[in-house]
């Protein structure tokens, strides 16, 4: 079975970029989650979505962060303007009722 | 509300002996509760889980978890450890009836030594 998606692995880019971070959830799964992981902060849901729809998105850290979760099966979080201090390993995870989160082997962010 | 707490951000323990990395949650619901381990450079990954049923719980490589409801307790144990066990673990807590999200706990640093 595909596990979650994600892409790219690794993205290095210049500060003020606009950064673009891909996740493709399990098939059959209707809850969507994003995390950041540093050394400083741990692991930190920024936002997740049930069926498609946001559902809380409280842990985003600023404006310049946005999801979207067009359909079940893709969903994007983008960062614009990009900053040093956002640089970080962003993971997706995708579940459904009674299930366990599945997460994919991250994002790997640096911002220069 | 759901919350998690690992105690000890790093466990040091020698090969061969026992592992023992503390979770202590709180839940305003009956919790399922998890059990995930990361290792360097990967996402993280399902070591077992409780749901329902058998308090003690077996998860992959040889670890295990009971859930004590009167101690609010899902401890991961492992009666042996390997240098393959040096990791990141994490626990977990869902209420299942707000949507699936987890509350994750800060993390425990296993490190074995030879």
């Known amino acids: 079975d595909a596990g979650v998606i994600q892409s790219p692995r690794h993205e290095v880019t210049e500060m003020g970029q606009e950064v673009t971070l891909r996740c493709k959830p399990i098939s059959g799964h209707n809850s969507l989650f994003w995390y950041r992981q540093t050394m400083m902060r741990g692991l930190e849901l920024l936002i997740y979505f049930n069926n498609n729809v946001p559902i809380d998105d409280s842990g985003m850290p600023e404006d310049r962060f946005s999801a979207k979760m067009p359909n079940a099966s893709f969903s994007t979080l983008k960062i614009q303007p990009s900053e040093p201090r956002d640089s970080a390993v962003y993971f997706c995870a995708s579940t459904r009722v009674g299930q366990p989160q599945h997460f994919g082997d991250g994002t790997r962010l640096s911002i220069l | 509300a759901q919350s998690v707490t690992q105690l000890g951000s790093h466990v040091s323990v020698s090969e061969g002996a026992l592992v023992l990395l503390r979770c202590n949650y709180s839940?305003?619901?009956?919790?399922?509760l998890f059990w995930y381990v990361q290792y360097p450079n990967q996402g993280l990954q399902l070591l077992l889980k409780?749901?329902?049923?058998?308090?003690l719980v077996k998860g992959i490589n040889g670890f295990e978890a009971e859930f004590k409801k009167s101690e609010t307790s899902f401890h991961l144990t492992k009666p042996s450890a390997h240098m393959s066990d040096a990791a990141e673990y994490f626990c977990?807590?869902?209420?299942?009836?707000?949507?699936?999200?987890?509350?994750f706990g800060t993390g425990t640093s296993l490190t074995v030594i030879p």
């Open positions: 977990a807590v869902s209420d299942q009836g707000t949507g699936n999200q987890f509350y």
């Open positions: 839940s305003s619901v009956p919790p399922y």
């Open positions: 409780y749901t329902t049923g058998a308090t």
